[in-house]
T-cell receptor
Framework: AQSVSQHNHHVILSEAASLELGCNYS??????LFWYVQYPGQHLQLLLK??????LVKGIKGFEAEFIKSKFSFNLRKPSVQWSDTAEYFC?????????FGAGTRLTVKP | EAEVAQSPRYKITEKSQAVAFWCDPI?????LYWYRQILGQGPELLVQ????????DSQLPKDRFSAERLKGVDSTLKIQPAELGDSAMYLC??????????????FGAGSRLTVL
């Protein structure tokens, strides 16, 4: 069955630390991949997406993600986090109209 | 910026009662989704519409849940009777149109249901 897995449930970092959140998918064939963010009290918002082409995609607020087909991964990165990045992050994959979300990773950034 | 509208934002009900949630997608978005998000988990698809037709309702508990999008615009999700395990956030999303594209979902703020 198609699935998306996120290995980190809760990540705690200090400001200016580097971030990498893991995401793996189990789709065969063509897959579109996404990272969504949910800030406290707000709705899910798109951070970035990968459809095809350059496997390194840049999103809003300094986030980027790299699609590594051989590893079935789409990890999210940010070189230097800020307190305002405290949120829940969801990886998602779309294949044949079937959109699946990972369980989410809660990021807490300490000032 | 166009938004997906949902109401109510919060609903508290007793088990065995009926509840209904409403969603108005972004204008021009042909695809509408209802997701359920249990605390600490990712969103799970309940039903997907393409215009007024159901594309996928394989995860919808059809004995108690129903969804409709009669005119292909706004949609209603109903639960009857509600059970304790239905307590969750119910999210509506839409996709399509020229700006965001067919495969990018825009989410509403959600309707939080608490069943007592």
């Amino acid at each position: 069955a198609q699935s998306v897995s996120q290995h980190n449930h809760h990540v705690i970092l200090s400001e200016a630390a580097s971030l990498e959140l893991g995401c793996n998918y189990s789709y065969g064939g063509t897959v579109n991949l996404f990272w969504y963010v949910q800030y406290p009290g707000q709705h899910l918002q798109l951070l970035l997406k990968y459809f095809s082409g350059d496997p390194l995609v840049k999103g809003i607020k300094g986030f980027e993600a790299e699609f590594i087909k051989s590893k079935f991964s789409f990890n999210l990165r940010k070189p230097s986090v800020q307190w305002s990045d405290t949120a829940e992050y969801f990886c998602a994959g779309l294949n044949n109209n079937d959109m699946r979300f990972g369980a989410g990773t809660r990021l807490t950034v300490k000032p | 910026e166009a938004e997906v509208a949902q109401s109510p934002r919060y609903k508290i009900t007793e088990k065995s009662q009926a509840v209904a949630f409403w969603c108005d997608p972004i204008s021009g978005h042909a695809t509408l989704y209802w997701y359920r998000q249990i605390l600490g988990q990712g969103p799970e698809l309940l039903v997907q519409f393409q215009d007024e037709s159901v594309v996928d309702d394989s995860q919808l508990p059809k004995d108690r849940f129903s969804a409709e999008r009669l005119k292909g615009v706004d949609s209603t999700l109903k639960i009857q009777p509600a059970e304790l395990g239905d307590s969750a956030m119910y999210l509506c999303a839409s996709s399509g149109g020229q700006v965001t594209g067919a495969n990018v979902l825009t989410f509403g703020a959600g309707s939080r249901l608490t069943v007592l």
